[in-house]
């Protein structure tokens, strides 16, 4: 089945950029998504990127996918506080498969 | 979109009891989710619930563990039965809308944290 890997721990100083990587292992995977978890809360979908896609931006976000490496990425730029968070990254097969595979999660530390 | 309400948000259960974690959701939904978030790690589904059929386990869930409620279109419960302190966990509810073609989204529920002591 899917595995998806992402590292454990990123800190970043507000205003800088914030990148978040993520490696999947079934090549079929169709879309790929990152979600957000915050203190004491359900996940928040973030954005996601359907795998013919390379790049997709949404204002600060950013998500690269190279489906060659089978390699996702999110881009926060101009982090601030509040993004301080656990960022999941998901796979999701389709053809009548409907579920999602997550990673570890990403706990983003932003200091001040 | 989808707003999911899930509740309790929080509950701390002796051991050998059971908890019913009840999933509202603001539309109707053909497919709803069940997952687990154990302390430090990833979501783990454990069943695929539609209404009018029995709920499908994910390896290592079996139904008289985790016992799976799904009477309509817009409802669904979990109970996590006879527990031990290895089910402290996040529960969360999810549902998917899309189809799964393209747009494809999955909503969760605030989760339900619980602990067993």
């Known amino acids: 089945g899917e595995d998806v890997e992402q590292s454990l721990f990123l800190s970043v100083r507000e205003g800088d950029s914030s990148v978040i990587n993520c490696t999947y292992t079934d090549s079929s995977s169709t879309y790929l998504y990152w979600y957000k978890q915050e203190p004491g809360a359900g996940l928040q979908l973030l954005t996601y990127i359907f795998s013919n896609m390379d790049m997709k931006q949404d204002q600060r976000l950013t998500v690269l996918l190279n489906k060659k490496d089978k390699h996702l990425s999110l881009r926060i730029a101009d982090t601030q506080t509040g993004d301080s968070a656990i960022y999941f990254c998901?796979?999701?097969?389709?053809?009548?498969?409907?579920?999602?595979?997550f990673g570890k999660g990403t706990k983003l530390s932003v200091i001040p | 979109s989808a707003v999911i309400s899930q509740k309790p948000s929080r509950d701390i259960c002796q051991r050998g009891t059971s908890l019913t974690i009840q999933c509202q959701v603001d539309s109707q939904v053909t497919m709803m989710f069940w997952y687990r978030q154990q302390p430090g790690q990833s979501l783990t589904l454990i069943a695929t619930?539609?209404?009018?059929?029995?709920?499908?386990?994910e390896s290592g869930f079996v139904i008289d563990k985790f016992p799976i409620s799904r009477p309509n279109l817009t409802f669904s419960t979990l109970t996590v039965s006879n527990m031990s302190p290895e089910d402290s966990s996040i529960y969360l509810c999810s549902v998917e809308t899309g189809g799964g073609g393209w747009g494809t989204e999955a909503f969760f529920g605030q989760g339900t944290r619980l602990t067993v002591v």
């Open positions: 619930a539609n209404q009018g059929s029995e709920a499908t386990y």
């Open positions: 998901a796979a999701y097969s389709g053809a009548g498969s409907y579920q999602l595979t």
